[in-house]
């Protein structure tokens, strides 16, 4: 109880402390000036309430390998967001409501379930770096294509079955994926990924 009177605190660690979601520990929702918290390794089910109530005020979230099974619509409220680390969950789907936190530059969701990607990816202009690695992709969200690199110079789509973009884009690196998104987003947004002629 007593983190509950470091009011002043602005970087907290609990890695690897099995915290649950059921007793995260309340005094943690008192530390309004927190800028830092990182929680991996734990056994959080959900985003704890007590996170969702100092959301706004952090810059860096870490919630990678806890099991979660899906990141509900209130990370759109986490809009000073600058690194969202959410890998080795159990997500088959990230809410639209991501396109809130534009201030973004370092999103790591590797290793998950995720089928599909939202549209609003396509709001997060200031991201640099962007692993969506070994997930279960089959295509990229045209919108993604609105980035632009820079400042998006990293995109790790790894280890996902990707139909869209094809391999041979694929290969030749994030300029080349986010400028074929872009070149092709407005003849094929909306189609079936089976049976597209696309431009290369």
């Known amino acids: ?59 860096e979230l870490d919630i990678s390998n806890n099991g979660m099974a899906e990141l509900t619509e209130e990370i759109g409220a986490f809009t000073g967001l600058i690194r969202f680390k959410a890998s080795g969950n159990n997500y088959q789907s990230i809410p639209a409501t991501i396109g809130r936190c534009t201030a973004i530059e370092e999103l790591d969701i590797h290793d998950n379930k995720l089928h599909v990607l939202p549209a609003e990816f396509g709001e997060l202009i200031n991201c640099k770096k962007m692993d969506i690695s070994n997930n279960q992709l089959a295509k990229l969200p045209w919108e993604l294509g609105r980035l632009t690199s820079p400042p998006l110079t990293i995109l790790n789509v790894k280890s996902n079955p990707l139909l869209v973009p094809p391999g041979g884009i694929v290969n030749k690196g994030t300029p080349t994926i986010l400028m074929w998104l872009r070149k092709n987003e407005k003849g094929a947004g909306g189609k079936a990924v089976s049976g597209l002629e696309y431009t290369d």
């Open 1 to 59: 109880k007593e983190i509950g009177y470091l009011v002043n605190l602005e970087s907290l660690d609990a890695g690897k402390n099995q915290l649950t979601s059921d007793l995260f520990p309340q005094e943690i929702g008192r530390l309004r000036k927190l800028k830092a918290l990182h929680l991996p390794n734990n056994a959080l089910t959900s985003l704890p309430e007590e996170v969702k109530g100092i959301g706004a005020s952090l810059n």
